[in-house]
């Protein structure tokens, strides 16, 4: 769908009509309608503005929430089954 409107007029208070050529006019002004482009080149620089501020915090939004169901092992003693292994071969040497 291609979207057409008018550059001098409010668009709150535009209305389109068709010329005795053919092509739309303005209901207001008269002017032709100037075709809307689907995603203009402000849109595309505003996205990678705002997701630059929102990425981050989203992506730390996440960990948080993650670390809150999930919490991380705290664990920082050596497995057991480990020390036992190393007891084992000190005590052959010995
Ligand atoms: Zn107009």
């Not at 203009?40 to 630059?52: D, F, P, Y």
């Not at 939004?61 to 057991?80: E, G, M, R, T, V």
Request: hydrophobic share 40%; charged share 15%.
């Amino acid at each position: 769908m291609v979207l057409y409107y008018c550059p001098y007029c409010n668009p709150k208070y535009q209305f389109k009509t068709q010329s005795s050529k053919g092509t739309l006019i303005c209901g207001l002004c008269g002017e032709d309608l100037v075709k809307k482009p689907f995603i203009r080149l402000n849109q595309i620089i505003a996205l990678v503005a705002a997701s630059t501020l929102l990425l981050p915090l989203i992506y730390n939004f996440i960990f948080l929430i993650k670390n809150q169901i999930n919490p991380p092992n705290k664990k920082y003693q050596a497995n057991s089954r480990l020390m036992i292994g190393i007891k084992d071969k000190i005590n052959k040497i010995n």
